[in-house]
């Protein structure tokens, strides 16, 4: 089993649509959690970062932790063409400076 | 800031040819990341540096790739020789200290060995 589980999609939607993108994990010690957006040949950038379990909102996006299910998320409301990119998921443990371990990506389309 | 440069964007080559990927961090970044993404394995942490001293190259394939940082300015990855299951996108990213400080990522460098 990978540390980090990620559907690839891919995953089309409208314009407008709410999208709920996915990781599971196996490793109990992940304590941080990011979520990456790269849009086409391009490197990821960061789109939201937790620490721990809960909620965390930020304009149009949220993304949640469940550590108990080892599960989390990140939804984007009102979803606009200039979401379409691929999501990575992306976690560490505590103390670990450098060793993030990614999902594969959910590549996500917004039609308008 | 020009942000993370990598350099050449786009490289061919044949089995058996070496290959040089080049990194510049951005400036006053102290951690630098190597990472090799496919669409079968995804986005694999290669080796990382802190300071100029390489901290973890557990994920570096084998004994063919190699990488090297002289300075706090500029990366080298190194491959040699090369085979055709090392195409890949390989990029590079750079961090300040810090518990929660991100890593910025490079445009990145497609490999194609034929």
């Known amino acids: 089993q990978k540390e980090v589980e990620q559907d690839p999609g891919p995953l089309s939607v409208p314009e407008g649509a709410i999208v709920s993108l996915n990781c599971t994990y196996s490793?109990?010690?992940?304590?941080?959690f990011m979520w990456y957006r790269q849009y086409s040949r391009k490197g990821p950038e960061l789109l939201m970062y937790?620490?721990?379990?809960g909620n965390k909102e930020d304009g149009r996006f949220t993304a949640q932790v469940d550590k108990s299910s080892k599960y989390i998320s990140l939804f984007i409301r009102d979803s606009q063409p200039s979401d379409s990119a691929t999501y990575l998921c992306?976690?560490?443990?505590?103390?670990?400076?450098?060793?993030?371990?990614f999902g594969k990506g959910t590549k996500l389309s917004v039609k308008p | 800031d020009a942000g993370v440069i990598q350099s050449p964007r786009h490289e061919v080559t044949e089995m058996g040819q070496e290959v040089t990927l080049r990194c510049k961090p951005i400036?006053?970044?102290?951690?630098l990341f190597w990472y090799r993404q496919t669409m079968m394995r995804g986005l694999e942490l290669l080796i990382y540096?802190?300071?100029?001293?390489?901290?973890?190259d557990s994920g570096m394939p084998e004994d063919r790739f190699s990488a090297k940082m002289p300075n706090a300015s500029f990366s080298t990855l190194k491959i040699q020789p090369s085979e055709p299951r090392d195409s890949a996108v390989y990029f590079c990213?750079?961090?300040?200290?810090?518990?929660?400080?991100?890593?910025?990522f490079g445009p990145g460098t497609r490999l194609t060995v034929l």
């Open positions: 990213a750079s961090r300040t200290s810090g518990t929660y400080n991100e890593q910025f």
């Open positions: 490793n109990s010690a992940f304590q941080y």
């Open positions: 937790t620490y721990s379990s």
């Open positions: 992306a976690m560490r443990r505590e103390g670990s400076q450098g060793n993030l371990i």
């Open positions: 400036s006053g970044h102290d951690y």
């Open positions: 540096f802190n300071n100029n001293v390489p901290i973890d």
